[in-house]
């Protein structure tokens, strides 16, 4: 930002003019965001730690008024309908990411969960989680006991399918048209 205005140095008339630009095209969440990046910068690599009052001042006043879309939640029952009721043939992948309710998982811990992370002992399957978000491993349960579309029989069906002699151990990997 700097650099192609040829600004020498940095102040609340520098942030001002490059958040009301930004005004525009942003939601007044992501100019918060987009302020605390710049003068987390700022802070670390040109050690200016000022605390810019009127882009404050600012930012407050772009936010009132402003409601933020809230996140649709499946509930338990959407959930079981469409386990239940999806075709396996082109579900059965993201079927098998809904055992990370019983986690609970993040993301990122689904993509790194691989084929040896899961230990199946015919009752029930463990699922291990490695240096997960806090750098901490943890594990957990998966049951087909008080759940009327079995996840244990779900993962067992994908992992049926999953060719054997596959050189990834991404436990997820590309599933189309009831094929790995």
């Known amino acids: 930002m700097a650099r192609k205005r040829n600004v020498k140095s940095v102040s609340d008339d520098v942030f001002l003019v490059y958040l009301s630009k930004k005004a525009k095209l942003l939601k007044p969440s992501t100019l918060w965001s987009r302020f605390s990046m710049v003068k987390s910068c700022l802070a670390i690599k040109e050690n200016v730690n000022v605390k810019f009052p009127q882009t404050i001042a600012f930012l407050k006043r772009q936010g009132v008024g402003y409601v933020p879309k809230k996140a649709k939640v499946l509930t338990a029952e959407q ?62 349960t998966v049951t087909d006991e008080s759940c009327t579309f079995q996840p244990c029989n779900i993962y067992r069906k994908y992992a049926n399918l999953r060719p054997h002699a596959m050189e990834s151990k991404r436990l997820f990997i590309s599933y189309r048209n009831g094929r790995c």
């Open 79 to 140: 959930v079981t309908k469409f386990i239940c009721e999806a075709s396996d043939e082109k579900w059965l992948l993201t079927k098998v990411c809904t055992f990370g309710i019983y986690g609970p998982c993040q993301r990122d811990d689904l993509i790194r969960l691989t084929v040896d992370d899961i230990e199946d002992n015919g009752r029930f399957l463990i699922v291990f989680l490695r240096d997960g978000k806090n750098h901490k491993s943890r594990s957990f």
